[in-house]
């Protein structure tokens, strides 16, 4: 699978560079991820919890990996290290050209905005927000204007195909539907690396293959490295590459 | 986040939590009422008390009489009149005291006496069926009296307050408005003014004629209609108001007969002047510059000084309850916040993932906040303002009963702007806190409570 995904990730950052020359402005190219000495612990009631013990990780750009491990193997934490959604507390992390230690949380943020894509296992869409204002909220927060703001909203839509529930609120979609939306999302600011927890964790069988397919597209189309958490064997089965977490650690699969 | 995305942000935010949006404007507007029905009343109340002093003219107005000044004995500002011997007023003096220093303008008064004939039959006959107290039902007589002049065009500068109907047209030689004096003339009690308007009276000018050794005395009639009566007195002891061209004439014609002294003419052209400073705190020097000029005069500026003083603590005090009240609301606006950044944890986690800053996140909450905050203020102040409109009606039903003017209630500028604006910096400042509490929430959120 390795030599396969080696390959497979060539095509993929090639054909992404090709995608990428017709987008609305984006330049860059999906980016390598690389984690050493990666420890990270909690404080808990009992006292401190080492989630994440001295985790060395390499994922290369383009790539479509997936981390899968028990619950509470730290799974989630290494992602939320990845996405700068954490401060990382010893270890490091480097993200296309991005040392995430040390960073400020202004940095972060100008970090999550411009490099991270999020998709997350309940959808996490604001339900206030009809399906096409959720899209449009992460180019808002990015500053793009309005007239540039639509026109990619509405391109993502389409590449989701939800174009016809662009004016329907996150109760009204279902399960599937709801995933794309925030698929859509993640991809609004043109990430070069989209992270997923649990991306098919509250889907059927059906709405799961639906959203898998999307993800296997997004290297190629989107031209971004694809770190996804699962539990689901069909996920993990069609990522590049398979991560197992244990204990804090990575381990053979 | 541009601010007017964070400001459709805010007003979402707001929408979804609309019945908690609701209750916490309620308690802001509530309090906002409360503040500014009291700053309202403390105004009114100012008004009202500085319009009493002032008998209702300007504030830095002063009565010029046709009079020297007293030698040491200016006036202290208690309004009370020092008069010397009499001295004339005429267009040259006028011209003299309007080039005074600080003086922003100057109304003549001219005083006639006339005899006055009032409505027959007795006003009696014309009583509303709901005016249960007696009125006259003796025949009025004629009696002697002043008939005051003065340039109604001008009538804000002037000690006069319409109590019922109107002050005459200033052009007209027909209008008349009379006192409470004449009321009393009448057999009338002070809440019985409207009776007396539409009615008519005559008053007539005396002329004396010497021919052949023989003295007569020829009168000048003039009908006129009460057009309104007025709370006080433009001078102290005359009951009927009119145009200065009516009084005018009414003197000419006794001035050009025989010995117009004897019928109790003035000499002075005009009885008395009103010069307006230009500020309550100038009035004393332009007292001096009249005083030196020759003419006694009299003001009440250092009473409406010290009512002014008084009246200013009073409306701090009202305005500290207000603001005690507007300041618990905040506290709930505070607490509202603080839950809504508990409910929304996950929200501001997912907003913080895709890329807002803490102060896009911050920007948001204060946002809320004021808006809250400033609709709560707009609302309450309207509100406070209806409430302080109920509440002089029911003064003004008072005030009426004994006589007296009115009060109208306005919403001063002043007073939106402290209930919407102070309204919305509270709720700034309250939302703060829950604002840079929610700020402050680890990105991480986004991921729930794994």
Known sequence: ?253 | MSWRDAIVFAARGVRRRIGRAVLTVAAIALASALLSSLLIAGGVARSRVLDDVSKGGPLAGIRVDAAQPVVGELQDGSGEDIHGAPKTIDNAAIANISKLAEVKSVLSVMVQPVLVIPPQPAVVATAPAKVKRPVAVSKPLPYQDGLVGADLTKASELPVTPIAGRLPQPDSMTEVAVTDGYLRELGLHDNQAKLVVGTELEYGSAREIRSLGAQSARGRWVRAEIVGVVAQDVDSHESVLAPIAAVRAARAWTINGDNPAELGTPQSPYAALFVVADSLDAVPRVRQRITTAGYANSAPETLIANVQRYVHVVEIVLGGIGLIGLIIAALGISNAMLAAVRERRREIGVMKAIGARDRDVRRVFLLEASFLGALGGAVGTFLGWGIARTLAAVVNNFLQSQGLAGVGVNLPLRVFAIGVFGAAALALVAGTIPAVRAARLPARQAMGDR
């Open chain 1, 1 to 253: 699978m390795g030599l396969a995904g080696s390959t497979g990730t060539v095509a993929c950052v090639v054909v992404a560079r090709a995608s990428r020359g017709t987008g609305t402005g984006a330049t860059a190219d999906a980016v390598a991820v690389s984690a050493r000495a990666l420890t990270h612990r909690y404080v808990t009631g009992d006292g401190p919890l080492t989630v994440l013990d001295s985790v060395d990780l390499d994922v290369s750009a383009g790539e479509f990996v997936a981390i899968t491990g028990a619950s509470g193997a730290g799974k989630t934490t290494l992602l939320s290290l990845i996405g700068g959604l954490d401060a990382v507390q010893r270890g490091t992390i480097r993200v296309g050209h991005d040392d995430l230690s040390g960073l400020s949380r202004d940095a972060l943020a100008r970090y999550r905005r411009a490099t991270v894509g999020f998709v997350f296992q309940d959808y996490g869409l604001l339900d206030m927000l009809t399906a096409y204002e959720n899209i449009e909220l992460a180019l808002a927060v990015a500053g793009e204007r309005r007239g540039a703001r639509r026109r990619r909203a509405e391109e993502l839509l389409d590449a989701v195909g939800l174009r016809s529930r662009r004016g329907h609120r996150p109760a009204a979609l279902s399960g599937g539907e709801r995933q794309r939306v925030a698929i859509a999302r993640a991809l609004a600011n043109r990430p070069r690396l989209v992270l997923a927890d649990e991306p098919t964790g509250n889907l059927d069988d059906t709405a799961t293959h639906r959203v898998l397919d999307l993800l296997r597209t997004l290297p190629v189309q989107h031209a971004c490295t694809v770190v996804t958490v699962t539990h689901n064997t069909v996920v993990a089965g069609a990522a590049d590459r398979e991560l197992r977490l244990a204990g804090g650690r990575l381990v053979s699969p």
